[in-house]
C-alpha cells in the first residue's frame, strides 16, 4: 500500500489552504495532523530537524517543508489534472510574498486587538521584528491600495473560469491564499476590496466550492510512526555544476531567507534547481529526507 499523505496544518493557516485546495484540486485523499499555532510543536520538530512554519507534508520518511515544494511534489506524484503551466511558479512567489505582506498588514490592522500576547511573542520571535499593530494601522491604507491593485490583476487575469483557464492552475491556488484568509478573517473589508470585481468575486465562490479532498484526522503519534515504518522514497541526485559548488554527502545546513529561520542540519543527497534534500537520522526515527525549495532558501557547508 502507498504511504498516506499527511499534512502537517492547522485550518486557519493560509499556506496551508493552498494545499488543502490543491488536494481539492486533484481529488485527493489525505490524512490531517493539526499542529499548534504558536512554538512548541514537539511533535513537528522531530520530523523537520527544526523547521518550525506550517504546512508540513509528510508521506512516509519523506518530509517536505514549505507549501512550494509539497504542491511541486503534489504535482509530479499526482499529475491528473495539471495545475502547474508556463511561469506559475513566479506568480506563486508573488502571492506567497507581496501579496501575502499586504494581506497580513490588512488583517491585523483589523483584528491586531483582539490577538492574544502570546501568539504576539511568537511572531516577533518568528520575524525577528517587533508586531506592531499601531504601525499595521498606520499602513492600512496603503497596503489595502496594494490589495486592491492584486485583485485587480486577478479581475484582469480572469479570461475563463480560472487564471489557469478552463480548469484550475497554480497560480489560481497561489492567489486564493490571500482571497481566502481576508475573506475568512475580515470579511467586510474583503468584500469592500472586492467591490466592483466581479469575475474575481465569481471565481472566489468556484475556488470555494471545490473543497479539500477527502479529509481524515490522524495523530502526531501516528504520523511518527509513518515515518519509522517506512523508507525515504528515493535516493536524489546532484546535478553536476550547481552555482552553491555542494557536492553529494556534503553535510549543509539549510534555512530559509525571510522569517522562520530555525537552521535544518543534514547530509545533502539531492540538488536541483527547484529543490534540495537532505537525509538526517534522528533519535527514535531512523532516516527522513526533508525536502526544502531552492528558490528562497539558503544553503551553507557546515
Ligand atoms: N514560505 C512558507 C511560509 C509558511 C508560513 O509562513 N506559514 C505560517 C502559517 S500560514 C507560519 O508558519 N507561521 C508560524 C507558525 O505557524 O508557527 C510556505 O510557503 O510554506
Known amino acids: 500500500m502507498p504511504a498516506e499523505i499527511i499534512l502537517h496544518h492547522y485550518d486557519t493557516s493560509p499556506f496551508s489552504e493552498k494545499v488543502r485546495l490543491m488536494f481539492g484540486i486533484k481529488g485527493l485523499a489525505w490524512r490531517s495532523v493539526v499542529q499548534p499555532v504558536i512554538m512548541p510543536k514537539p511533535d ?33 506524484r499526482h499529475p491528473k489534472p495539471k495545475v502547474v503551466t508556463g511561469v506559475d511558479w513566479a506568480v506563486n512567489l ?42 499595521m494601522k498606520a499602513a492600512a491604507p496603503f ?3 496594494q490589495w ?11 479570461t475563463g473560469d480560472f487564471l489557469g483557464g478552463k480548469t484550475p492552475s497554480l497560480a489560481d491556488v497561489a492567489a486564493w491564499m ?11 473589508i474583503a468584500d469592500e476590496l472586492l467591490a466592483g470585481l466581479p469575475r474575481a468575486q465569481a471565481w472566489r465562490d468556484r475556488l470555494r466550492a471545490i473543497g479539500h479532498g477527502d479529509r481524515v484526522e490522524m495523530t502526531p503519534a501516528e504520523a511518527l510512526q509513518a515515518a519509522t515504518t517506512t523508507a525515504p522514497s528515493d535516493d ?26 530555525d537552521p535544518v542540519e543534514g547530509v545533502l543527497i539531492h540538488l536541483g534547481n527547484d529543490r534540495v534534500t537532505l537525509a538526517r537520522e534522528c533519535g527514535e526515527l531512523d532516516v527522513v529526507h526533508v525536502h526544502f525549495p531552492r528558490a528562497g532558501y539558503v544553503l551553507a557547508k557546515r
Open 236 to 261: 536524489g541526485e546532484c546535478a553536476p555544476g550547481d552555482p552553491s559548488g555542494l557536492k553529494k554527502g556534503d553535510a549543509i545546513v539549510v534555512q530559509a531567507d525571510d522569517y522562520g529561520r
Open 94 to 135: 508573488w502571492a506567497d510574498r507581496l501579496w501575502f505582506q499586504a494581506t497580513v498588514a490588512v488583517v491585523f490592522a483589523e483584528m491586531g486587538d483582539r490577538v492574544p500576547k502570546e501568539f504576539i511573542a511568537d511572531r516577533e520571535k518568528l520575524s525577528g521584528r517587533p508586531f506592531d499593530v499601531n504601525a
Open 143 to 145: 497596503m489595502r491600495a
Open 44 to 76: 513537528l520538530i522531530p520530523l523537520t530537524g527544526g523547521y518550525r512554519r506550517i504546512p508540513v507534508m509528510q508521506i512516509g520518511a519523506d518530509i517536505y517543508c514549505d507549501s512550494q515544494v509539497i504542491l511541486a511534489e503534489i504535482e509530479r
Open 178 to 188: 490571500n482571497v481566502w484568509w481576508l475573506s475568512a478573517s475580515a470579511p467586510k
Open 148 to 158: 486592491r491593485a492584486y485583485a485587480g490583476w486577478i479581475e484582469d487575469g480572469l
